[in-house]
């Protein structure tokens, strides 16, 4: 199977319910493309769809907690490059301890499916820290909120988002 990307508005069902409402918000234009659902995880869709690891990025949900709150955010990085959760992040969100969010969190609290998490569509308030490798790019392939599709757009299109900063977020 080959993927053939679409406008991610002629294909609303291969999107989940929030990140359909943050396509139609958006002034760039956003592609989609329907995949294996098996093979949404990172490595395995790049190998068999051959995308550039350094091409896809990866949407990392964190929980920081001080004094007993717990704020979320997501962040954005290459998937050739990991996120320094417990030192840049966890000092740009002032957390105290951080943490990757569980599964059941992350999935509850964005309304999309695990291994398909997005920046777009996130709940209001939380911040969307994208790395400025991600940022630079000309076009990056990101999560659709489901692991049955694939969204590509302009890493400027990340960057651009409301709730966005751009960080050097990788060590």
Same mark, same amino acid.
């Given at each position: 199977m080959? $993927? *053939?990307? %679409?406008?991610?508005?002629?294909?609303? #069902? $291969?999107?989940? !319910?929030? %990140?359909?409402?943050? %396509?139609? &918000? $958006?002034? &760039? !234009? +956003?592609? +989609?493309? &329907?995949? #294996?659902?098996?093979?949404? #995880?990172? @490595?395995?869709?790049?190998? *068999?769809?051959? +995308? @550039?690891? #350094?091409?896809?990025a990866n949407c990392v949900v964190v929980a920081g907690k001080r004094g007993g709150e717990v704020r979320y955010a997501a962040c954005m990085v290459l998937a050739t490059t990991r996120a320094d959760v417990n030192g840049v992040i966890r000092r740009h969100l002032d957390a105290r301890k951080i943490s990757f969010a569980s599964m059941d969190d992350a999935v509850s609290l964005t309304g999309m499916e695990y291994g398909g998490i997005t920046p777009l569509g996130l709940p209001e308030g939380w911040p969307i820290l994208v790395d400025s490798r991600v940022a630079a790019h000309p076009e990056v392939v990101i999560g659709s909120g489901v692991r049955r599709s694939k969204l590509a757009l302009p890493g400027a299109a990340l960057a651009g988002l409301k709730a966005a900063e751009v960080l050097d977020l990788a060590n």
């Open positions: 080959d $993927l *053939r990307w %679409v406008p991610a508005l002629d294909r609303i #069902d $291969l999107l989940a !319910e929030p %990140v359909a409402r943050a %396509v139609r &918000e $958006l002034k &760039e !234009e +956003v592609r +989609v493309a &329907e995949i #294996d659902a098996e093979l949404a #995880d990172t @490595a395995a869709f790049c190998d *068999r769809y051959g +995308v @550039a690891m #350094d091409a896809s």
